[in-house]
Each structure stands twice: as structure tokens, then as C-alpha cells.
């Protein structure tokens, strides 16, 4: 099949997904593989925000700093790490892997699977209808015998200051596709966005301010942000916690920005980035159409069907159900929607119990994450404050890394934490944290046991290699053993 160029009239598939993103981009995969016709419909660029502006281009970036600073906790090769990074070489890494903003690769694959590529802004069009509209103004309808499928992510969302358009802050877009690095950075907000470019902006030599109205990383244990503030500050970071941006003030639009705190101070920089929070991309899709509310998130049940749309037709994965705003989330749910989609169309019973083929489970109990900081910080499932709130009878246990000699041997004075949450009426595991260097590596061991329930007698049979990283889980189940 080949890319459209409209002035087709109600052309139809089985399946219409609006968004070409991963998660788009799985949903279409599993219904293509079911033998179910599929309309792809993309405004910007076939790969969506994780390929250009977001994951892939941050951790291009990311991975130089965190290389240098593993070099540095090593003797004999940190005498060999001399001078600042290359940046220009950094940038040009990072051109590399978004393909200089170039979807051909992208778009050749979504053609690939046998799903139709159109280009432009799809709106739901009433039920089972969507419309597309390209950049020529063109219109087309398409229409879809089971299912449309949302997928259209979300985007920043900037705080209703005054300033805020005068002061032409930098979001997450600005933060990963700058090549010039700005002397003086603020980077407002301390969830995982901000850590990872505070980070990444000071190893490039900006002098970074972070402001955060809590501590870092809030929804992490809070270990985990304290360990990540010291390193900040180590590096030469400035972290301000309990501070919040009241205005901007740039009247000089090539000059630098002052920021007006809700203390009464004020900083000046030469460039601020926001990175508080997220917005659905659903306000012109159209949702009107079929009696929802443009802009809002989309609720659904555990097979992603959107409640409260007559039929079960309106599917929504990714960002836009605010389960987990997290790419590798987004695209389990576009692969177990698409399945979905696919037993529904055929008639099949659907398999939606609690970890079945058609629910989307790991939302609720196995997410996992890491922030690709300077060290680390990954976890899966459950805090501890989360799991007494839910209810559960829990031990935490604490290890530090360098009980671990294979953490040792990784890095000199190896600093870090693990915690794990234990459910003490079943002894199995609610939620694990992480943070390091390189602990991004030990955190699908853990998703395993989290979503396996895998019980602490059978887990202390797994053994961790010597002398690994990966040592650390001896050391957490020996002390849950002891206490």
C-alpha cells in the first residue's frame, strides 16, 4: 500500500489510528498482523514526539554526559578524561539518531505493515468517521468498520504566568533539539523531565539553576531525588527546592529572561526551560463530535476503550488516557488494544481479567521507569508511600550499593540505593527503586518479579552473577531475611 494524497470520498478500513507515534505505530502493527485494513493519520512526523523531541534525542544527548562522569568515577580513566565535551560532535550524535528530522525511514515502515499513510490533521468526524485535513487545505473522510484509535500523545503544559509569552520559555521540544548551548539555564520543575535536563544542559556547560515548588522527584521514593540534588549540586548545578515562578520578563526578545520567584527574588538567565507537566493533544480531534470534551483526557477501561461513546468502537493509548505518560506504557497498550480490537472484530471472547491478553494490567501494579540522571533512578510498581495507602501490610528494606563488591568494582566509592517494597501477607514484591550509575540495567530484573509476583523464597534462587551490579538483589533479600 502507498502513502495517500487524497480526494478520496469515505474510504474505509477496519481501523483508523490517529497519531503515528510508537504508540500509534503498535496499535497499527497488532491490527495489521490480525489481517485488519489500517489508516495511519499523522500531522507532524511519522515517529511522533518520543523519536524527535523527547526520549531517542534526550538520551542521545544524555548518554556523552553520563559517559564521561562513569569515566571520572574510575581511576586510572578518569586521569584520561581531559578537557570539556565536544559539543558539536554531541549535537551531530543527536542529529543522528532523529535522522536529522527526516520520517522517510518511519513512514517507509508504517507502509511496510500494509497500512495506509495519510498526511495531515484527522478529526473524529462522528462515530466511526474521520476526517483528514492535509496542509493544502484538502479534505478526505475516511471511516472505520471496528475501531479509531487515539493516539495523538500530549504536550507541554506552561503555567499561566504573567510574562509567559514575552519570556519564550524553552519546553521539552526546545531542551532536546537546541544546538547552542545557553550560558546561564533555569529549568523549572522537578519531575523526570527536568532532572534529565538539568543534567544534561550542565554537562554541556550551561551554568543550570533548577527550581522545583517540591523535592526532586516526588513520585519516586523520596531517596531517590535527595541522591540526585546532591549530585546536581556536586556537578555545579544550583537546585532551589521550594521555589516557584510567579512572572517572566524578557523586553529584549535576543536578551536574557528574569524570573520573578514567589519569594519577592527575581534571576536572570539566558534561557528558561518549563518542564511542569503535560496537557492532552485532544483538544481539535474533534471529540465533540461523539460527546466529549475537546482537551481532555480520554478515560478508559483495561482494554483502552474509551467509557462513556456509545458502541465500543473509540480507543484511546498513549498519553491521552494519563495512565502512564510513558512511551514504553503507551505501546504495551497500543500492542494489547490492538489485539482487542482484533478479537472484538472477529467475534472472539476477549481475555480482559486481571493479566490477560487484552488488559493493559501493568498500568495499574508494574510500571516502570527510568531518569537517565547523573546517577540513575529507575523503579517499577509501587513506592512504599504508595503501597500503605493502598492498603497493604508492607516492609521496606533499604540496601546501600556499596555493600555490593560488584558495584564497587563498576565504580570507585560507588554511591546508591535500593529499596524494595514488600507485600508481607503474599512475600512477594510491590515495588522496587533503584538509583546509581547504570542502574537502569538491574530495572527489568525487577519488572519481572513485580509482575510475576514472583515470591521472595523462589526470587532468593536467583542469582546474581559475580561480581555484578546485579549483586545488589542478594544483599536486599538477605536483609529481609534478617529483619
Request: with cysteine.
Amino acid at each position: 500500500m502507498t502513502e495517500t494524497t487524497g480526494n478520496q470520498a469515505d474510504s474505509m478500513y477496519d481501523v483508523i489510528v490517529l497519531g503515528a507515534g510508537p504508540v500509534g505505530q503498535n496499535v497499527a502493527d497488532r491490527a495489521r498482523a490480525a489481517g485488519l485494513s489500517v489508516a495511519v493519520v499523522e500531522r507532524e512526523l511519522v515517529g511522533g514526539e518520543c523519536s524527535y523531541w523527547a526520549c531517542v534525542p534526550s538520551k542521545a544527548l544524555l548518554r556523552p554526559v553520563i559517559a564521561v562522569a562513569d569515566a571520572r568515577r574510575v581511576d586510572g580513566a578518569r586521569q584520561a578524561v581531559t578537557g570539556r565535551l565536544d559539543t558539536d560532535r554531541v549535537f551531530a550524535r543527536r542529529n543522528r539518531y532523529v535522522t536529522d528530522w527526516d520520517d522517510t525511514g518511519q513512514a517507509e515502515w508504517v507502509k511496510s505493515i500494509g497500512a495506509d499513510l495519510f498526511r495531515g490533521h484527522g478529526r473524529i468526524d462522528g462515530p466511526r468517521r474521520v476526517t483528514v485535513t492535509r496542509d493544502d487545505g484538502a479534505h478526505e473522510t475516511l471511516a472505520a468498520r471496528h475501531a479509531v484509535a487515539v493516539a495523538t500523545g500530549s504536550r507541554p503544559a506552561l503555567p499561566a504566568i504573567p510574562g509567559i509569552e514575552e519570556g519564550r520559555p524553552w519546553t521539552n521540544r526546545h531542551g532536546t533539539d537546541s544546538s547552542t548551548v545557553p550560558a546561564r539555564l533555569a529549568v523549572v520543575g522537578g519531575g523526570g523531565v527536568g532532572v534529565e535536563m538539568a543534567t544534561l544542559w550542565q554537562g554541556l556547560g550551561s551554568q543550570v539553576t533548577l527550581l522545583s515548588r517540591r523535592g526532586l522527584l516526588p513520585r519516586m521514593e523520596p531517596f531517590a531525588g535527595e541522591l540526585i540534588e546532591r549530585s546536581l549540586t556536586e556537578a555545579g548545578a544550583r537546585v532551589r527546592t521550594g521555589a516557584q515562578v510567579t512572572a517572566l520578563r524578557r523586553p529584549n526578545p535576543t536578551g536574557p529572561v528574569t524570573l520573578t520567584l514567589d519569594d519577592g527574588s527575581e534571576l536572570e538567565v539566558d534561557e528558561v526551560l518549563f518542564a511542569t507537566g503535560r496537557r492532552p493533544a485532544t483538544d481539535d480531534i474533534g471529540l465533540d463530535s461523539v460527546g466529549l470534551t475537546p482537551g481532555s483526557w480520554l478515560d478508559v477501561d483495561t482494554t483502552c476503550l474509551v467509557r462513556g461513546v456509545d458502541g465500543d468502537w473509540l480507543y484511546a493509548l498513549g498519553d491521552v488516557n494519563h495512565r502512564a505518560l510513558l512511551t514504553h506504557q503507551g505501546k504495551y497498550q497500543g500492542r494489547t488494544a490492538g489485539d482487542a480490537i482484533a478479537a472484538r472484530a472477529a467475534g472472539h471472547p476477549l481475555d480482559d481479567a486481571p493479566w490477560g491478553d487484552h488488559a493493559t494490567t501493568a498500568d495499574q501494579h508494574a510500571v516502570p521507569q527510568v531518569f537517565f540522571t547523573d546517577p540513575e533512578a529507575a523503579a517499577v510498581g509501587l513506592s512504599a508511600e504508595q503501597a500503605a495507602a493502598s492498603g497493604h501490610r508492607i516492609k521496606t528494606v533499604d540496601v546501600a550499593f556499596n555493600a555490593a563488591q560488584g558495584a564497587n568494582l563498576y565504580a570507585d566509592d560507588y554511591q546508591g540505593r535500593a529499596r524494595m517494597v514488600v507485600d508481607v501477607d503474599r512475600d512477594v514484591l510491590l515495588g522496587v527503586t533503584f538509583v546509581g550509575p547504570g542502574v537502569s540495567e538491574l530495572l527489568h530484573s525487577a519488572t519481572v518479579a513485580v509482575t510475576g509476583e514472583v515470591p521472595l523464597k523462589r526470587l532468593r534462587h536467583a542469582i546474581a552473577c559475580f561480581p555484578t551490579v546485579s549483586e545488589i538483589w542478594l544483599f536486599l533479600l538477605a536483609a529481609y531475611q534478617r529483619d
